[in-house]
């Protein structure tokens, strides 16, 4: 499955962006995603997962309440809503899908198989 991920750019602290995954290739019902992060010096890491239903959902305790996954398997597309950021969200963010029909998604980067390209997201202060 390929994945082409969009929506980042430069926003002011507290401000909002929504990020957005689309797949192609396999059916993308069968997969579960995954968005991560990377900031420069830093390693990739964990934001949020969805199951392939749309079901679960889990967070990183640094964005729950503020951050939200979700899906829409007839657009094959997967989606991160990001309010109220902080210069520390700062990273290029990756969406990542994992073929499993697992209810729990996983958070680890090596559950998963593939990987977009990422976008970059910059929170000033």
């Known amino acids: 499955v390929q994945l082409q991920a969009s929506g980042g750019g430069l926003v002011q602290a507290g401000g909002s962006l929504r990020l957005s995954c689309v797949a192609s290739g396999r059916s993308f019902s069968g997969y579960a995603m995954g968005w991560f992060r990377q900031a420069p010096g830093r390693e990739r890491e964990f934001v949020a997962s969805i199951n392939w239903r749309g079901g679960s959902t889990y967070y990183a305790d640094s964005v729950k309440g503020r951050f939200t996954i979700a899906r829409d398997n007839a657009k094959n597309g997967v989606y991160l809503q990001m309010n109220s950021l902080k210069p520390e969200d700062t990273a290029v963010y990756y969406c990542?899908?994992?073929?499993?029909?697992?209810?729990?998604?996983?958070?680890?980067?090596?559950?998963?198989?593939?990987w977009g390209q990422g976008t970059l997201v910059t929170v000033s202060s």
């Open positions: 990542a899908a994992r073929g499993t029909y697992d209810s729990y998604p996983g958070r680890f980067t090596s559950d998963y198989n593939y």
